[in-house]
């Protein structure tokens, strides 16, 4: 098995990658949103976001 960021081979410690250096990159990736699925559909997230707000302004949604 290869590691999915260098191509090296993998080491068992950092499974699935090579080394905790790839490990991080990957990690990077995950937390800077690089592996996230664009939306086709933007109105769907002002959809959801305007339905937030009317049920937090109705008095819908309680706080935590």
């Known amino acids: 098995m290869s590691c ?3 191509d090296k081979e993998t080491d068992k410690r950092f499974r699935p990658f090579c080394s905790k250096r790839c490990a991080d990159v990957d990690l990077a990736k995950w937390l800077s949103g690089s592996y996230a699925i664009p939306s ?20 819908d949604v309680k706080p935590h």
């Open 40 to 59: 086709d559909d933007p109105e769907d997230m002002e959809e959801a976001l305007d339905a937030a707000l009317k049920a937090r302004d109705d008095g």
């Open 4 to 6: 999915p960021i260098c």
